[in-house]
Structure formats: structure tokens, C-alpha cells
């Protein structure tokens, strides 16, 4: 079945470093692929997204791009703050586009 | 913006009791959803509802859970007799267009079973 796998965490990075969380996804076709982000005492927002190969997903400065050749998704930004701290989902529609299928979720921690 | 509000934020029961989460989607918003996610796993699909019946559902929704759209704002998620496994984050979501994303996802009611 359809199955998302990202990087373990916990990531832990210094405010303005190079960030990137890895995605890759196991499905039947080209799904559409999100990232989600949970912050601290709240619910999943949606990120970014992509719906088919090559799309570029981007928000707040995080870029995803779908690589069906890889079938990667992953996350990036060029310089992260302290305020990035949450937790990040990667996450894919199902093949009946009927439910959303996460991955395991990726902790990211910026100090300053 | 409007919010997907759950309540309570946490819950604690004990084995064998029956738990009701509450969720008040969107009001414009007609797909509703619950999610959960086990401390440490995935955030997982429990159950779709449209049109007041639900539309699908995953392996995770056996005959021990069961939703409810009450009244024209609730929508609730009911465990009949809670297992020390069902203590998990349950997520609520609702949809404005039917199946697509983006959801929009409540903050969540943590239940713990003891």
C-alpha cells in the first residue's frame, strides 16, 4: 500500500543553517505530496505541496520539490530561525484520494 | 481565520470506559475527518463522514469506534470501550472541497488510558 518514510529526528540546528528533512514515498501512480507543520501546542498546517512531478512546493522560505525519478519529496530551507521549531510532516493522498497517508513526523529544533 | 476547535484538549480515562471527542469543523466546511497518532508513530486515517453518513474508513475503525454529526457544529468521535492502545493524539479535520487537501486539523485531544 501507499506509505510515506522520513529522516528520524530529532533535528537539531543553530538559527541560519541549511535545513533538510527527507521524504520518500511508496505509492501506485503520481499522488500529490505535502508537507504538513505541527508547532508547539498546536494542530497540522499545511506547509507546501506539490501535485505532480517536478512541482516545487514553497512557503515561508521551505522548498519541497517532487522527484518521481527518486520518489522524494524533501523539505528544505536555506536559513532557519528559532520559530521553525516544530514538528514536520511529510505526507501523501491516498490512490481514491479519499485520506491523507503521513509519515512518521520529523522533530526540528533551532537554538540561537 | 476560521479554526477546527477540539475539545477537551486532554483526556484521561480508564480501561473500559467509553470517551466521546468533541470537534467543531469549519461551518462552511462539509468532509469531515479524525486522525490519529500513537506517541512516537504515524499520524494515521481513521475515519472519513459526508452528507451525515461515513464515507470511508480505515482498518483502525472497528465496531469500538463510531462518529456522530449531532447537531448542525459537532462533529464527535465515540470509543465504546476504551483499550490501554487507543491512548494516542486524536486530530480532527475539515474539508471544504470534498477529498482534496489541504485539510484543515484542530490542535487535538490527547487521551490517555489508564
Known amino acids: 500500500g501507499d506509505s510515506v518514510t522520513q529522516m528520524e529526528g530529532p533535528v537539531t540546528l543553530s538559527e541560519e543553517a541549511f535545513l533538510t528533512i527527507n521524504c520518500t514515498y511508496t505509492?501506485?501512480?503520481?499522488?500529490?505530496l505535502f508537507w504538513y507543520v505541527q508547532y508547539p501546542g498546536e494542530g497540522l498546517q499545511l506547509l507546501l505541496k506539490a501535485t505532480k512531478a517536478d512541482d516545487k512546493g514553497s512557503n515561508k522560505g521551505f522548498e519541497a520539490t517532487y522527484r518521481k525519478e527518486t520518489t522524494s519529496f524533501h523539505l528544505e530551507k536555506g536559513s532557519v530561525q528559532v520559530s521553525d521549531s516544530a514538528v514536520y510532516f511529510c505526507?501523501?493522498?491516498?490512490?481514491?484520494?479519499?485520506?491523507?497517508?503521513f509519515g512518521k513526523g520529523t522533530t526540528l529544533s533551532v537554538s540561537s | 481565520e476560521p479554526e477546527v476547535t477540539q475539545t477537551p484538549s486532554h483526556q484521561v480515562t480508564q480501561m473500559g470506559q467509553e470517551v466521546i471527542l468533541r470537534c467543531v469543523p469549519i461551518?462552511?466546511?462539509?468532509?469531515f475527518y479524525w486522525y490519529r497518532q500513537i506517541l512516537g508513530q504515524k499520524v494515521e486515517f481513521l475515519v472519513s463522514f459526508y452528507n451525515n453518513e461515513i464515507s470511508e474508513k480505515s482498518e483502525i475503525f472497528d465496531d469500538q469506534f463510531s462518529v456522530e454529526r449531532p447537531d448542525g457544529s459537532n462533529f464527535t468521535l465515540k470509543i465504546r470501550s476504551t483499550k490501554l492502545e487507543d491512548s494516542a493524539m486524536y486530530f480532527c479535520a475539515s474539508s471544504e472541497s470534498g477529498t482534496r487537501p489541504p485539510l484543515h486539523f484542530g490542535n487535538g485531544t490527547r487521551l490517555t488510558v489508564t
Open positions: 505509492a501506485t501512480g503520481y499522488p500529490s
Open positions: 505526507a501523501l493522498i491516498n490512490q481514491a484520494g479519499t485520506a491523507l497517508i
Open positions: 461551518s462552511n466546511h462539509l468532509y
